[in-house]
């Protein structure tokens, strides 16, 4: 497969349109273009029944390594950029952000800017949103040969997938989910995952789940909040039903909600028996979660265990940024990003933010100069690591 690198035009006037319009710059080779899929996909692999179906899903969870530590499918925001800076703070697998199935197979432009890969972003999922499963299957052959699964969101609660029928809307038309999930898993050469909400009643739940194992998914990931319970926030994920999946079926299960830091990853690993955890929103805010960072206020009640960990939000930005100039992607994720991970600057410094939001047009340039003038402004928001000395040292006292 050939690589192609692209470089940023102007950005779009408005942040909120579908898709920005980089320009395409040959000369350098470091992200893949879709546009050079094969036309031959190869004969597929048809999906196998009972225990042989089992022990192919865990044969090939097992090849990638049973990765643990896990980037969420993120609208907008877990693009390559930041896909490859959460794998070099600890990531061990990541998914795509969501991609609308029908814009895939119709427009090119969709299918160059909004999904980019490179050889070292694996293993890899690719997600997308659908309710037709011929279309969805086209979508996923263009592709299946740079993943390691092609994922079915059946899980996004918001307006917009209301609106457009899909992620957890599809909830009241399981006959409908039952046969996407059949189109891939006997058409494609990879396996296929999808990712849900759970209902109210956890035999719903249950049933749910197994209904998707029958038709051929390979991994489900289970997000613990409802469709109705869209504020992280104000309702707990419950690891309960999470458990109660994992142990109801026979392919690998990952877990979804509550993760706010490392404890929270071994917490959760214990009590759901879970096969690995999803981070999304803290990891906007925090992309070195998987390395034992944690932002200050996950530290306030008990700051004596935890040290300065030398590295900070702005030090994270700069990192992000040299990344989407060797993997541009459109200037509205850059922006999300950008304030995500510099909110708790921006309210010591307001006037640095209101800066940032007046410009119509945004260059790495500027966004450098950015981190710069917060610095020259003494603004600093260290991330805290475990005091491993004080815990060694508390530890032979208590032995």
């Known amino acids: 497969m050939a690589l192609t690198q692209t470089t940023h035009s102007d950005p779009p006037q408005n942040d909120d349109a579908l898709c920005s319009h980089p320009q395409h710059n040959q000369e350098e080779q470091s992200s893949s273009s879709l546009e050079e899929t094969p036309s031959s996909i190869g004969s597929p692999v048809k999906c196998l ?10 044969a090939h969870w097992t090849k990638l390594g049973r990765p643990k530590f896990i980037v969420a499918p993120m609208v907008d925001n877990s693009e390559l950029p930041f896909r490859m800076l959460c794998r070099k703070y600890g990531a061990e697998a990541a998914y795509t952000p969501m991609l609308h199935s029908r814009i895939f197979t119709e427009n090119p432009k969709y299918r160059s800017e909004e999904f980019t890969t490179c050889k070292e972003d694996r293993p890899l999922f690719v997600q997308f949103c659908a309710n037709d499963p011929d279309t969805l299957l086209e979508a996923a052959r263009r592709v299946e040969s740079y993943c390691d699964y092609v994922d079915i969101n059946l899980g996004c609660p918001q307006r917009i997938a209301r609106r457009g029928y899909y992620g957890a809307f599809l909830m009241d038309n399981l006959p409908l989910v039952k046969s996407l999930v059949e189109k891939l898993a006997s ?3 990879v396996p296929v ?11 719903d739940t249950l049933k749910y789940a197994k209904m998707l194992e029958d038709a051929g998914c390979s991994l489900l990931a289970v997000h613990g909040r409802t469709r109705d319970e869209k504020d992280g926030k104000k309702f707990r994920a419950d690891w309960n039903a999470i458990k109660a999946v994992k142990n109801e079926l026979k392919i690998p299960v990952l877990a979804n909600g509550n993760i706010r830091h490392m404890d929270d990853v071994q ?12 981070s999304a929103e803290t990891l906007l805010e925090n992309p070195a979660l998987f390395s034992g ?7 306030a009640d008990n700051e004596k265990d935890y040290v300065d960990g030398k590295l900070d939000q702005a030090d994270l930005v700069v990192e992000y940024l040299k990344l989407c100039e060797k993997y541009p992607v459109p200037w509205r994720m850059i922006r999300s990003h950008v304030h995500k991970m510099l909110g708790d600057w921006f309210r010591l410094q307001p006037q640095v933010r209101e800066d940032l939001n007046a410009q119509s047009r945004l260059t790495f340039e500027f966004l450098y100069s950015l981190v710069d003038r917060l610095r020259e402004l003494g603004v600093r928001v260290p991330l805290h690591q475990k005091d491993t000395c004080a815990a060694r040292d508390s530890a032979e006292a208590i032995s």
Do not use: H, M, Q, Y
């Open 187 to 189: 058409n494609l050469n």
């Open 267 to 278: 917490k959760c690993l214990e009590e759901t028996g879970a096969d690995g955890v999803l």
């Open 49 to 58: 029944s009972g225990v042989s179906r089992f022990e192919r899903a865990w």
């Open 293 to 299: 960072f944690r932002t200050a206020d996950l530290v």
């Open 193 to 203: 995952s999808c990712k849900i909400r759970v209902f109210p009643k956890l035999e």
